[in-house]
């Protein structure tokens, strides 16, 4: 799944891009969490095609994505980031989303769409 395809599936609005050709990568899993610990320790396998989801809005959650090399993080519940945030975000070479949706919601409309969880599991 293309990364603008995720984002238009969540209703949501792309808050940083660095490069306007990450918006057609392909996406093939996804990985919720609060605990940037749990995203450390559980995203091994291609983490450069994993949408990394979280309502953590903090620079814990974005260095954490970048130390993974994870193409793209979603905020849910519709999460403001700050200026400070958007700054780090820009440089970086992650597409940065927001959702409306709770993470159970946004979680549950990437499955329906196919997108697998990091162990494979997947709607299709």
Known sequence: ???HEIVEALGGKIVACS????LD????TAFATDL?????ALIQDSPETTVLITGLC?????RTAEMLDVGMIVFVR??????DLIEIAKG???VVATSPFTMYETCGNLYMLGLGGIYGYSAS
């Open 25 to 28: 990568k392909e996406y093939e």
């Open 36 to 40: 940037m610990s749990d995203a450390l």
């Open 19 to 22: 490069d306007e050709s990450l």
């Open 78 to 83: 519709g999460k403001k980031l700050s200026d």
């Open 58 to 62: 903090n620079p814990q959650s974005l």
């Open 1 to 3: 799944m293309k990364c």
């Open 92 to 94: 970086m070479d992650t």
